[in-house]
C-alpha cells in the first residue's frame, strides 16, 4: 500500500510539473509572439508613413531656413532640391528629407556659391544619393564652398554647368535655364534663374538675382503663376518692369526674422504686392509648401525646425 501510495504522489506530481513547465513554455511562447507582432506592427506604421510621404502631384516646399533658401521640390519619386540654406542648417535640412522619406535626390542645384545658399549643400550631398549637381560656372575661396566641392569629389560627382535657354526634364517636370552668369566678382548676377512647367502652372526660382539682371530678361518667358521673390524681398530686385513681366497669382519672399540687411524692403514688397493676389514670407508664415494638381494650388504653412540660428 505505501508504495502504490508513493508511486501515485510521484505520478500527481510528474503531471503538476509536466503543467507548470507547459505553462511556462506557453507563457515564453506567448511573450515572444507578442514581442514579433509588436515589432511587425511597429515596422508596418514606420514603413507606412514613409510610404505615405511619398506624392503623387506636385509639391514645392519653400522651407524656413532664416536668413538663407532653400527649395524642395517633389513628384512621385523625384526629387529636386534648389539650395540647402546657412552652415547650421544642413543637418536640419538632412532630418528633414530623412522624414519625408527622401534616399536620392534626381538633382541638386546650388544657385550661387553664397553662404546662405550653398551653406548645408555639403550634408546633403554627404547624406543622400545625388544623380546630378548643377552650379554656376564660378568659383570663391571660402570654406563652404571648398567643403561643397570636397563632398562633390567624395561622392565622384560631376558639376553640370547650365547653358542658358537649355531645358532638361525630370518625370513631367520642365526645367529651362532662364539665365546663368560668370562673374566672380558680383555673386548674386550669376545666380542660376529656373522656370519650371508642371501641367498648366508654371514657377520661376530667381535665387539672388540682381535688378541689372532683371532688365536683361523682359524678352524671355518668364511669366509665370509663381514667383520667388528675387534676393529675399531686395529693393535692388524685383523690380517693376520685371514683376510686369512675371505677373504671378502667388509670390514667396524667403528671409529671416529681423536679419540684418533689414529685408525685406517696403518698397519691394510694395512692387510685389502690386503685381500679385497671394504673397508668402518664411519670416512670417514658416515653411511654405505649394501642393499642385496641375489645375489646383493648395498653400500649406508649416512651423519646421529647419533653421539653424
Known sequence: MLIKKDLSTCYNNIVINMKKLINNIIYVISAILVVIILALACYYIFRTEKEAKVVSGLEVHFIDVGQAESILIRLEDHNILIDAGNNKDGKLLVK??????????????????????????????????????????????????????????????????????????????????????????????????LRMDYKNHSYLFTADTTGDIEKQLLDKDIDVDVYKAAHHGSVYSNTYEFLERVTPKYAVIMLGKENEYYYPHIKAVNRIKKHTKELYRTDQDGTIIFKDDGENIEVIKEKTNTDGD
Do not use: C, Q, R, W
Open 96 to 193: 528633414y528629407f530623412k522624414n519625408l522619406g527622401i534616399k536620392e535626390f534626381d538633382y541638386i542645384i546650388g544657385s550661387h556659391p553664397h553662404e546662405d545658399h550653398i551653406g548645408g549643400l555639403d550634408n546633403i550631398i554627404n547624406e543622400f544619393d545625388i544623380k546630378n549637381i548643377m552650379m554656376p560656372d564660378v568659383t570663391t575661396n571660402t570654406k563652404t564652398f571648398e567643403d561643397v566641392l570636397k563632398a562633390i569629389e567624395k561622392k565622384k560627382l560631376k558639376i553640370e554647368v547650365p547653358v542658358i535657354d537649355n531645358t532638361f526634364k525630370i518625370g513631367e517636370l520642365t526645367f529651362k535655364v532662364i539665365y546663368t552668369g560668370t562673374n566672380e566678382e558680383d555673386l548674386n548676377s550669376d545666380s542660376i534663374i
